[in-house]
């Protein structure tokens, strides 16, 4: 029975405590007790027994009463007083069975039995085995419990493993899948795809902007994937504004947002069916709640992913959210990987068409300007053909230098090397130097051109100009984009600490997807090959970049295609009571005389940029010679002693900078007037002139009208005031 019992318990074995400070009696209780299997150990005293019980669990302590130092009843006080061991059955054994005090002492010291000694050997074992049993029954459901706790942590923890192992290859998966293509509707339909059904059982995608150059459908979702439609669009697009302003919130926050119940209560103006819509859910399947997802990637928050859930009865747990941000942090990397790509495909796209339109509008003047050339050598005799041919070359070489200019403009704003003169100007004189700049074209075109100047004189703080130069390009943008005998308006008006300018046409107007995008370099409502507007689409760039450098703003604003545009500036109204020069050319008090006596010295290495200025200089009754490198004008400037020398920058060998020091090294030199002429105009090239020795600096091509009044000016003592007009008439001349 016994072997039974201790198959049955496992046969484990229980360890049992005997405290008596007589050898003998240790000796009996260890004899009595030897017989049941068990492990026995003794103690002789209270102390000893205590130190044992520190050491080890036992079934069962006996433990006599009358013991010298520790008594039994303090050991088992001490005993109980340690959670430990607190739980360990004692049976006291005593000689003092009848002592009714000890006896109740020791069961509320928690004593399992008090036996009277001596012993009867059949009772003390039969006692002691049955709190052994008892223990071994305990420990055995604490094993059993241990390993059911074992194998449900176990379990617990291979499934948490396969969880991770499914959602770590969904993830990679997810990567490759939205990593595959740069196409940005392609990525939100693998989105679309992921997400559903597997997350939720519909999704939407909402941006918080719109795209560069393309639309707001974006995101196709829907239950079932086959059933795909572009229906995602932007915030301020969402139907329901509760949900407007919940996407608001977690673009804000950057955190997920869980609507557990959709808020169809009344008064809301809204049964769920608008939501369902949006997100994609199939006809006729409700959604019961809603998870939005922000769109993380590269720092910014791009937009958010809707997730509803509905038909399939579940709900957003824990897992599901994770894995849903992390998805939305891989697709939005992804999106907006795609948006640049997209942004920069645009962008070589727009200098592809720039450069191409670049040689169109450069073949443009080039082709009348040979026929003219050619009606030239023909009709050498014939008066009206040979003014015509005049007249175009002249016309044709305005808008080549126009053009050449524009792209320098562009490049020096870029580079931050535009010096602006600011100061109040009268608003009424600004425009008229605009309109009269303008005024060639608007005419060719017979378009309507209004004026409204407010009553009283206004003034606006800003470079003369440069403003003029805004809106002479605002109003041949308006005369190029609106057809024949159309209608062009100018208005201004004073708003507070700002004067407003206003552009207005009835032209073809500017789609929306481009009235972002409108005043960046090389953009164009019009790309056809057909199309007879002409220009580089640097005008509005420049615009906007020469308003901001004023502390100004510029927009834009359309109705749509064929319902005209409007420009709007904004620059800072002048408080002051006079305003600058105006920017006009004045013609000076007394007309530039000729010095038949006077020598200039012409340099430069392209014969006919030489030939043809001595020939214009002769013309007017000055003495000219011409060298055509370095080392021949210095050799001709000690010969001849010039009174003044035109100076080309780029010349072989020597170039123009050494050439000009050399000359003012020669002894005499200082006082002659030597001009740089050259195609470098930048900020570098002027203070390398000045170092050198040059006076002035003028960028080809240049007037001639203003070039003679700069000679004659200089070489009659009086060339400051001539060289202060010449520069004001043209600012895109004289650098």
């Known amino acids: 029975m016994d072997s039974d019992q201790d198959r049955h318990l496992g046969g484990g074995k229980a360890d049992i405590l005997i405290v008596d400070d007589r050898p003998d009696q240790l000796l009996v209780y260890q004899t009595i007790l030897g017989d049941i299997g068990q492990t026995l150990f003794t103690a002789s005293s209270g102390e000893e027994a205590l130190k044992q019980v520190l050491d080890r669990d036992f079934a069962a302590i006996l433990l006599d009463v009358n013991m010298p130092g520790l008594n039994g009843l303090e050991t088992a006080s001490l005993i109980r007083s340690r959670s430990r061991s607190a739980h360990i059955p004692i049976i006291f054994i005593t000689a003092d069975y009848g002592d009714e005090l000890h006896t109740a002492q020791a069961y509320s010291l928690g004593a399992v039995d008090y036996i009277a000694s001596p012993v009867v050997p059949e009772i003390l074992r039969a006692k002691i085995k049955v709190f052994v049993d008892l223990y071994l029954l305990a420990q055995q459901a604490k094993r059993q419990a241990e390993e059911h706790l074992a194998l449900a942590e176990e379990r617990a923890a291979r499934a948490a493993a396969e969880q991770a192992s499914r959602r770590l290859s969904f993830l990679a998966q997810a990567s490759v899948a939205l990593a595959g293509s740069l196409d940005f509707d392609a990525i939100t339909r693998e989105l679309s795809r992921l997400c559903v059904p597997l997350l939720a059982d519909a999704c939407g995608l909402t941006l918080a902007q719109a795209r560069d150059g393309a639309g707001t459908d974006v ?7 086959r059933r795909t439609r572009s229906t995602a669009r932007l915030v301020t697009d969402v139907p329901e504004g509760w949900l407007r302003l919940a996407m608001n919130r977690v673009l804000t926050s950057g955190i997920v947002e869980v609507i557990d119940s959709l808020p169809h209560a009344a008064g809301t103006g809204s049964d769920g069916r608008a939501v369902a819509d949006y997100i994609g859910a199939t006809t006729g ?56 790509y997209e942004k920069s495909q645009a962008d070589d796209r727009r200098k592809d068409e720039f450069l191409a339109m670049l040689a169109h509008e450069l073949r443009n003047p080039l082709a009348p300007i040979s026929n003219a050339v050619h009606v030239l050598h023909m009709s050498a005799q014939d008066p009206a053909k040979l003014t015509w041919a005049r007249e175009v070359i002249g016309r044709q070489l305005r808008q080549l230098v126009r053009l050449v200019d524009d792209l320098l403009d562009v490049s020096r704003i870029t580079r931050g090397k535009i010096e602006l003169k600011l100061g109040p100007i009268d608003v009424a004189k600004v425009i008229g130097a605009a309109v009269e700049t303008s005024r060639a074209l608007v005419d060719a075109l017979e378009h ?79 790309r056809t090959l057909g199309r007879s507007q002409g220009g580089l689409g640097v005008g509005l760039a420049l615009v906007r970049r020469l308003v901001e ?37 004045k013609t000076p008090s007394r007309r530039a005389t000729t010095a038949t006596d006077a020598c200039i010295l012409i340099v430069d290495d392209n014969h006919d940029v030489a030939d043809s200025t001595a020939m214009l200089l002769r013309a007017v009754g000055w003495k000219v010679h011409l060298a055509y490198d370095g080392e021949e004008a210095i050799q001709s400037a000690r010969t001849l002693h010039p009174d003044a020398v035109l100076l080309d920058i780029g010349l072989p060998g020597v170039d123009g900078y050494q050439v000009a020091e050399r000359i003012r090294a020669e002894p005499g030199n200082q006082r002659i007037l030597i001009v740089a002429v050259s195609g470098y105009g930048q900020e570098e090239h002027r203070r390398l002139s000045k170092r050198a020795g040059f006076d002035h600096h003028v960028v080809k091509p240049i007037d001639p009208t203003i070039l003679t009044q700069l000679l004659a000016s200089a070489l009659h003592s009086s060339h400051t005031s001539a060289v202060e007009t010449a520069h004001t008439a043209s600012y895109r001349t004289v650098d």
């Not at 009865?313 to 998805?327: K, N, P, V």
């Not at 004023?550 to 545009?565: F, L, M």
């Open 549 to 585: 450098m004023q502390g100004g703003s510029v927009s834009a604003y359309s109705e749509g295609p064929d319902r005209g545009s409007e420009f709007t500036v904004r620059l800072p109204a002048a408080s002051a009571t006079k305003a600058v020069d105006d920017g006009s050319l």
């Open 219 to 225: 995101a196709p979702v829907a239950g079932d994937p």
């Open 285 to 340: 399947s409700g959604i019961a709640c809603l998870a939005i997802v922000p769109l993380l990637g590269h720092g910014t928050t791009l937009g958010v992913l809707t997730l509803g859930l509905g038909p399939s009865g579940r709900h957003f747990d824990a897992d599901t959210l994770s894995m849903a941000t992390e998805l939305a942090g891989r697709a939005a990397i992804a999106l907006d990987n795609a948006r640049l």
């Open 448 to 526: 309507e051109l209004t004026v409204v100047l407010p009553p009283e004189p206004l003034l606006v703080m800003g470079d003369f100009a440069r403003v003029a130069q805004i809106l002479s390009n605002l109003i041949n943008n308006a005369a190029k984009y609106t057809d024949r005998r159309g209608r062009i308006s100018v208005t201004v008006t004073a708003e507070g600490a700002q004067v407003v300018f206003r552009v207005r046409d009835s032209g073809m107007g500017i789609p929306s997807n481009l009235l972002s995008s409108i005043f960046e370099l090389f953009t164009q409502a019009d």
